[in-house]
């Protein structure tokens, strides 16, 4: 067993880490004030090979593991949650059902501009009706002379109105009890995307309401097999978690990171507060959770990696780390007192940023449900 990292799993954290503090550090606190999504940002990180790092090579992609793109994804939030979900969205929603159930023409022809990250590309599977209950969806399209006409709509949907949005991948039943995944390219007649949804927190990503009114696409932009899609979209949540839990990692070290810097600069009764055992206790567990949590992570990054079964790992992952980030963030707060709650302050943004680590790609009770099936019961 070595439980070291290797020489490039440890050069992407130092590559992705650097480039976090010093491109997106200074500009986080605006670009989430000004709701304002990192064009500029996503153009760089494109540039470092970052937009497509499980995508193999031939596809335009960095040919890296699942660990890698963890750990980038990890230093990202770390930093800031609204670019590194807009990078693992992009990844694991937007190019991964392209990728694992796209056909060789369907591959070369939207592959390369995403995993180079020219482009950006969603996933449609909640609908204001049919939330946790995935399988509820009621978005239709029928198949006429040669064309799938879809009606319905999509919630919350992250990457799909930006100006370098190249399309949405759908769930859409296809029949009776027969759910399909649609490509339906940006700028399609009949598919109307929302104005940018206001959020409590991510708020320079986008997420979007789409609603689809006798939307036609070619019959070839049915994704994989007909009927398959319900299937396909456990297999693309199973590897999202690993990203989403990514993010919950590093979200709760990026809190710890300023909780332990805060405590050592303020001064209370004539001293650091770090020096208050009350206070060093606090940070101590902190750093003992986000260790553990960082096991609970890479390993199912690497099941995954191995090509082993890795859904009960990535949900534990997800589970632990959501509620982890919660804990930490609040705590990471208090340590900095009032200064906490104010807008200059990262933590405040941090604070907002970790509740929907607790929701999206599903949400406790969707994790617990999902490992409670893992484990027989
Ligand atoms: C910012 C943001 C970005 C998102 N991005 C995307 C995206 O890109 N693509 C996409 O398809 N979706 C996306 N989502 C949607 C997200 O995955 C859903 O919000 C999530 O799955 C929960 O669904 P819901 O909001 O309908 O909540 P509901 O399913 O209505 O859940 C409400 C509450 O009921 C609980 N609950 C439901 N069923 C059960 C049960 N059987 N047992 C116990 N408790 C239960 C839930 O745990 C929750 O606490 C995003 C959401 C947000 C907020």
């Not at 980038?72 to 670019?83: H, Q, Y």
């Not at 997420?207 to 939307?215: A, D, I, M, P, Y």
């Not at 919660?326 to 941090?350: D, K, P, Q, T």
Request: net charge negative.
């Amino acid at each position: 067993m070595n439980l070291d990292l290797s020489e490039e799993h440890e050069l992407i954290r130092r590559t992705v880490r650097e480039f976090a503090l010093e491109r997106i550090a200074p500009v986080a606190e605006e670009l989430d004030r000004e709701h304002r999504f990192p064009y500029e940002i996503v153009a760089e990180i494109a540039e470092l090979g970052l937009m497509g790092i499980p995508v193999p090579e031939e596809f335009g992609g960095a040919g890296g593991d699942t660990l890698s793109y963890a750990i980038a994804i990890e230093e990202l939030t770390r930093i800031d949650s609204s670019v590194a979900i807009t990078v693992a969205a992009h990844t694991s929603l937007g190019t991964m059902p392209l990728l694992l159930f796209g056909n060789e023409e369907q591959k070369r022809a939207w592959l390369p501009d995403l995993a180079s990250g020219k482009k950006l590309a969603a996933f449609g599977l909640t609908e204001p009706g049919a939330g946790s209950d995935a399988g509820a969806s009621r978005t239709r399209a029928e198949l006429r002379d040669g064309e799938w006409v879809i009606d319905g709509a999509k919630i919350f949907i992250t990457n799909a109105g930006t100006d370098i949005t190249a399309c949405v991948t759908i769930t859409a039943l296809t029949g009776e009890d027969e759910i399909s995944n649609l490509i339906v390219p940006n700028g399609t007649s009949g598919y109307v995307i929302s104005a940018p949804m206001r959020k409590l927190g991510w708020r320079a990503s986008d997420t979007r309401e789409l609603s689809f009114q006798g939307c036609a696409v070619p019959e070839c932009n049915l994704l994989g097999e007909r009927g398959r899609g319900f299937q396909q979209f456990l297999e693309i949540l199973d590897g999202g978690r690993i990203s989403i839990a990514a993010m919950g990692l590093g979200l709760a070290q990026g809190a710890y990171d300023l909780a332990y810097e805060y405590a050592q600069e303020r001064q209370q009764f004539g001293k650091p507060i770090s020096s208050f055992q009350a206070v060093q206790f606090q940070l101590a567990d902190m750093a003992v959770e986000i260790e553990a949590a960082r096991g609970l992570v890479y390993r199912a990054a690497w099941l995954k990696d191995q090509e082993r079964p890795f859904a009960k790992e990535a949900a534990m992952a997800k589970l632990y780390t959501g509620e982890l980030s919660n804990r930490v963030v609040n705590h990471a707060l208090e340590l900095h007192g009032g200064y906490g709650f104010m807008e200059e302050y990262a933590i405040s943004r941090f604070y907002r940023d970790q509740k929907v680590l607790e929701i999206g790609e599903g949400t406790n009770e969707v994790q617990r449900m999902v490992i409670a099936k893992q484990l027989g019961l």
